[in-house]
C-alpha cells in the first residue's frame, strides 16, 4: 500500500512532464546524438528503470523459490524417517528393563493350624 502511495504520484509527475515536454532536443551521450523529445526521455528511463527493478526482485525471488522448494523436500524427507521410526517402535517388542539391586520381597508364610501342624508322625 506504501509503494502505491510512493508510486503513483511519481508515475503521474512524470507522465504530466512528458505530455509538456514535446518539443525534440538535440541528446548527446559521449560520441553518440539523436534528437529526440525531452518527455520520451523520461517515459524510456522510467521504463527502463522499472525493467531493470522487476528483474532484480526476479532474480531474488527465484532464489528464494528455490531456498523454499529445498527447505520443503528436507521437511517432507524427515517427516518420512520420523514415520519409518516412528512404524520401527510401534512393531518392536517393549523392553525388559533388568532389576537393579532390589532386596528380596520377604514375604510370610500363613500359618498353618490344627493338626496339620503337628504332623511328625
Known amino acids: 500500500m506504501i509503494r502505491l502511495i510512493i508510486v503513483v504520484p511519481f508515475l503521474l509527475a512524470l507522465v504530466v512532464f512528458s505530455a509538456s515536454n514535446q518539443d525534440p532536443l538535440d541528446m548527446w551521450m559521449l560520441t553518440y546524438s539523436w534528437k529526440c523529445s525531452l518527455g520520451v526521455l523520461a517515459l524510456s528511463v522510467g521504463a527502463l528503470s522499472f525493467l531493470l527493478g522487476a528483474f532484480c526482485l526476479w532474480v531474488v525471488e527465484f532464489r528464494q523459490g528455490r531456498r523454499a522448494r529445498r527447505a520443503e523436500q528436507q521437511v517432507r524427507d524427515l517427516e ?42
Open 80 to 121: 518420512a524417517q520420523l514415520a519409518q521410526m516412528r512404524a520401527i517402535l510401534a512393531n518392536r517388542a517393549p523392553p525388559v528393563v533388568p532389576a537393579t539391586d532390589v532386596p528380596p520381597v520377604v514375604t510370610s508364610q500363613p500359618h498353618l493350624a490344627g493338626s496339620e501342624e503337628h504332623s511328625n508322625v
